[in-house]
Protein backbone atom coordinates (compact mmCIF):
# COMPACT_ATOMS: atom_id res chain seq x y z
CA UNK A 1 0.00 0.00 0.00
CA UNK A 2 0.72 3.48 0.12
CA UNK A 3 1.85 4.14 -3.66
CA UNK A 4 2.85 7.56 -5.18
CA UNK A 5 2.73 7.95 -9.01
CA UNK A 6 4.04 10.43 -11.23
CA UNK A 7 3.64 11.34 -14.52
CA UNK A 8 5.54 11.87 -17.00
CA UNK A 9 8.92 10.01 -15.62
CA UNK A 10 10.60 12.04 -17.88
CA UNK A 11 10.06 15.19 -20.32
CA UNK A 12 12.12 17.63 -22.72
CA UNK A 13 10.88 20.55 -23.78
CA UNK A 14 11.34 24.14 -25.19
CA UNK A 15 12.64 26.98 -23.54
CA UNK A 16 9.42 28.88 -23.05
CA UNK A 17 6.40 26.55 -23.23
CA UNK A 18 4.81 24.90 -20.05
CA UNK A 19 5.12 21.50 -18.77
CA UNK A 20 2.50 20.16 -16.28
CA UNK A 21 3.95 17.09 -13.75
CA UNK A 22 0.99 14.70 -12.07
CA UNK A 23 1.71 12.94 -8.81
CA UNK A 24 -1.44 10.75 -7.51
CA UNK A 25 -1.75 8.51 -4.59
CA UNK A 26 -2.93 5.20 -5.93
CA UNK A 27 -4.11 3.23 -2.69
CA UNK A 28 -4.65 6.44 -0.16
CA UNK A 29 -6.08 10.10 -0.20
CA UNK A 30 -3.42 12.44 0.20
CA UNK A 31 -4.78 15.13 2.59
CA UNK A 32 -1.40 16.65 2.37
CA UNK A 33 1.23 16.89 -0.96
CA UNK A 34 4.86 18.33 -1.13
CA UNK A 35 6.53 18.97 -4.37
CA UNK A 36 10.93 18.74 -3.99
CA UNK A 37 13.02 19.59 -6.37
CA UNK A 38 16.45 17.99 -6.80
CA UNK A 39 20.05 19.34 -8.54
CA UNK A 40 22.05 17.02 -9.88
CA UNK A 41 24.00 15.42 -6.84
CA UNK A 42 22.47 17.50 -4.57
CA UNK A 43 19.40 17.01 -1.59
CA UNK A 44 16.14 17.33 -2.23
CA UNK A 45 14.74 20.94 -1.62
CA UNK A 46 10.84 21.19 -0.39
CA UNK A 47 9.35 23.48 -2.92
CA UNK A 48 5.48 24.15 -2.02
CA UNK A 49 3.09 22.15 0.52
CA UNK A 50 -0.67 21.82 -0.40
CA UNK A 51 -3.24 20.54 1.43
CA UNK A 52 -6.09 19.84 -0.74
CA UNK A 53 -8.77 22.53 -1.44
CA UNK A 54 -6.30 24.57 -0.51
CA UNK A 55 -3.86 26.97 -1.89
CA UNK A 56 -0.37 25.65 -1.87
CA UNK A 57 2.36 27.74 0.36
CA UNK A 58 5.50 28.23 -1.35
CA UNK A 59 8.91 28.11 0.44
CA UNK A 60 10.87 31.11 0.40
CA UNK A 61 12.27 31.87 -3.01
CA UNK A 62 10.27 29.57 -4.94
CA UNK A 63 8.34 31.46 -7.37
CA UNK A 64 4.77 30.62 -6.95
CA UNK A 65 3.68 31.94 -10.56
CA UNK A 66 6.04 30.19 -12.27
CA UNK A 67 5.74 27.05 -10.26
CA UNK A 68 1.78 26.76 -10.36
CA UNK A 69 0.58 24.07 -7.56
CA UNK A 70 -2.94 22.42 -7.99
CA UNK A 71 -4.09 19.57 -5.19
CA UNK A 72 -7.70 19.46 -6.60
CA UNK A 73 -8.64 16.30 -5.09
CA UNK A 74 -7.46 13.71 -2.34
CA UNK A 75 -5.66 11.36 -5.09
CA UNK A 76 -3.96 14.23 -7.46
CA UNK A 77 -1.97 17.14 -7.01
CA UNK A 78 0.17 19.09 -10.29
CA UNK A 79 2.65 20.95 -10.47
CA UNK A 80 3.19 23.27 -13.85
CA UNK A 81 6.35 24.79 -14.48
CA UNK A 82 5.16 27.86 -16.78
CA UNK A 83 7.70 29.52 -19.49
CA UNK A 84 10.33 27.00 -18.75
CA UNK A 85 14.02 27.87 -19.11
CA UNK A 86 16.82 25.77 -19.36
CA UNK A 87 17.69 26.72 -15.41
CA UNK A 88 14.57 24.86 -14.57
CA UNK A 89 15.75 21.46 -15.89
CA UNK A 90 15.76 19.36 -12.46
CA UNK A 91 14.37 16.09 -11.13
CA UNK A 92 11.24 16.47 -9.18
CA UNK A 93 10.04 14.69 -6.49
CA UNK A 94 6.56 14.98 -5.61
CA UNK A 95 5.30 13.05 -1.66
CA UNK A 96 1.99 12.50 -0.05
CA UNK A 97 0.77 12.43 3.36
CA UNK A 98 -2.05 10.35 4.57
CA UNK A 99 -3.66 7.28 4.78
CA UNK A 100 -2.96 4.75 8.23
CA UNK A 101 0.25 5.88 8.71
CA UNK A 102 -0.53 10.14 9.23
CA UNK A 103 2.98 10.67 9.92
CA UNK A 104 4.23 8.91 7.36
CA UNK A 105 5.52 10.63 3.74
CA UNK A 106 5.59 8.64 0.98
CA UNK A 107 7.53 9.56 -2.48
CA UNK A 108 6.68 9.45 -6.21
CA UNK A 109 9.33 7.67 -8.72
CA UNK A 110 10.00 11.52 -9.74
CA UNK A 111 9.76 12.83 -12.67
CA UNK A 112 13.71 14.37 -15.03
CA UNK A 113 12.56 18.08 -17.06
CA UNK A 114 14.89 18.87 -19.35
CA UNK A 115 14.32 22.22 -21.24
CA UNK A 116 16.39 22.74 -24.32
CA UNK B 1 13.31 25.54 12.52
CA UNK B 2 14.05 21.81 11.98
CA UNK B 3 17.14 20.72 9.99
CA UNK B 4 19.34 18.12 9.42
CA UNK B 5 23.52 17.91 8.84
CA UNK B 6 25.26 14.86 6.60
CA UNK B 7 28.68 15.96 7.96
CA UNK B 8 29.90 13.53 4.98
CA UNK B 9 29.37 13.81 1.62
CA UNK B 10 31.35 10.62 0.45
CA UNK B 11 31.94 7.23 2.73
CA UNK B 12 33.92 4.93 1.04
CA UNK B 13 33.80 1.44 2.28
CA UNK B 14 35.26 -2.19 1.39
CA UNK B 15 32.63 -5.00 0.87
CA UNK B 16 32.11 -7.13 4.26
CA UNK B 17 33.45 -4.38 6.51
CA UNK B 18 30.90 -2.36 8.17
CA UNK B 19 29.38 0.81 7.58
CA UNK B 20 28.44 4.34 9.15
CA UNK B 21 26.94 7.34 7.59
CA UNK B 22 26.25 10.10 9.86
CA UNK B 23 23.36 12.29 10.81
CA UNK B 24 22.60 14.83 13.55
CA UNK B 25 19.52 16.87 13.73
CA UNK B 26 17.92 19.98 15.15
CA UNK B 27 14.31 19.88 15.76
CA UNK B 28 12.03 21.91 18.29
CA UNK B 29 9.83 19.14 19.03
CA UNK B 30 10.20 15.51 19.21
CA UNK B 31 11.76 14.17 16.04
CA UNK B 32 10.54 11.69 13.40
CA UNK B 33 13.30 10.39 12.00
CA UNK B 34 14.26 8.46 8.60
CA UNK B 35 16.41 7.28 6.00
CA UNK B 36 16.64 6.80 2.18
CA UNK B 37 18.50 5.85 -0.42
CA UNK B 38 18.40 6.74 -3.52
CA UNK B 39 19.82 4.98 -6.80
CA UNK B 40 20.62 7.03 -9.87
CA UNK B 41 17.61 8.37 -11.50
CA UNK B 42 14.99 7.40 -9.31
CA UNK B 43 13.16 8.11 -6.40
CA UNK B 44 13.65 7.62 -2.66
CA UNK B 45 13.81 4.31 -1.47
CA UNK B 46 12.54 4.15 2.27
CA UNK B 47 15.33 2.28 4.77
CA UNK B 48 13.95 2.77 8.03
CA UNK B 49 12.13 5.60 11.05
CA UNK B 50 12.23 6.21 14.37
CA UNK B 51 8.98 7.99 15.50
CA UNK B 52 9.27 6.51 19.26
CA UNK B 53 10.42 3.11 21.43
CA UNK B 54 13.36 1.16 21.03
CA UNK B 55 16.57 3.21 20.46
CA UNK B 56 18.05 1.26 18.10
CA UNK B 57 16.08 0.58 14.79
CA UNK B 58 15.89 -2.31 12.12
CA UNK B 59 15.14 -1.33 8.57
CA UNK B 60 15.28 -2.67 4.98
CA UNK B 61 18.22 -4.69 3.41
CA UNK B 62 20.06 -4.88 6.58
CA UNK B 63 20.29 -1.33 7.61
CA UNK B 64 19.97 -0.16 11.11
CA UNK B 65 20.17 3.10 12.74
CA UNK B 66 20.66 4.22 16.03
CA UNK B 67 18.56 7.14 17.59
CA UNK B 68 20.72 9.15 19.99
CA UNK B 69 18.44 11.75 21.74
CA UNK B 70 21.57 13.57 23.62
CA UNK B 71 23.54 13.39 20.73
CA UNK B 72 20.90 14.66 18.34
CA UNK B 73 22.12 12.10 16.24
CA UNK B 74 20.55 9.10 14.10
CA UNK B 75 23.86 7.52 12.12
CA UNK B 76 22.66 4.52 9.91
CA UNK B 77 24.99 1.25 10.11
CA UNK B 78 25.13 -1.94 8.06
CA UNK B 79 26.97 -4.31 9.86
CA UNK B 80 28.59 -6.01 6.44
CA UNK B 81 28.43 -4.18 3.52
CA UNK B 82 27.70 -4.97 0.07
CA UNK B 83 28.76 -3.72 -3.59
CA UNK B 84 24.90 -3.26 -4.55
CA UNK B 85 24.80 -0.87 -0.99
CA UNK B 86 26.47 1.64 -3.31
CA UNK B 87 24.28 4.66 -3.38
CA UNK B 88 23.31 8.12 -1.92
CA UNK B 89 21.48 8.03 1.29
CA UNK B 90 19.21 10.58 2.75
CA UNK B 91 18.70 11.44 6.22
CA UNK B 92 15.32 13.17 7.18
CA UNK B 93 13.50 14.95 10.20
CA UNK B 94 10.41 16.70 10.50
CA UNK B 95 9.03 17.21 14.37
CA UNK B 96 5.49 15.48 15.98
CA UNK B 97 3.49 18.47 14.15
CA UNK B 98 2.15 18.28 10.45
CA UNK B 99 5.69 19.78 8.78
CA UNK B 100 7.17 18.25 5.62
CA UNK B 101 10.36 16.27 5.85
CA UNK B 102 13.73 18.28 5.88
CA UNK B 103 16.48 16.05 4.24
CA UNK B 104 20.16 16.58 4.73
CA UNK B 105 22.72 17.30 2.06
CA UNK B 106 22.80 13.22 1.40
CA UNK B 107 25.94 11.31 1.89
CA UNK B 108 26.81 8.83 -1.46
CA UNK B 109 28.22 5.67 -0.22
CA UNK B 110 30.50 3.43 -2.01
CA UNK B 111 31.47 -0.31 -1.01
CA UNK B 112 34.31 -1.38 -3.08
CA UNK B 113 34.65 -4.81 -3.63
Known amino acids: GAVVSQHPSRVICKSGTSVKIECRSL??????MFWYRQFPKQSLMLMAT?????????EQGVEKDKFLINHASLTLSTLTVTSAHPEDSSFYIC????????????FGPGTRLTVT | AQSVAQPEDQVNVAEGNPLTVKCTYSVSGNPYLFWYVQYPNRGLQFLLK??????LVKGSYGFEAEFNKSQTSFHLKKPSALVSDSALYFCAVRDGGNTPLVFGKGTRLSVIA
Open chain 1, 27 to 32: DFQATT
Open chain 1, 50 to 58: SNEGSKATY
Open chain 2, 50 to 55: YITGDN
Open chain 1, 95 to 106: SARGGREAYEQY
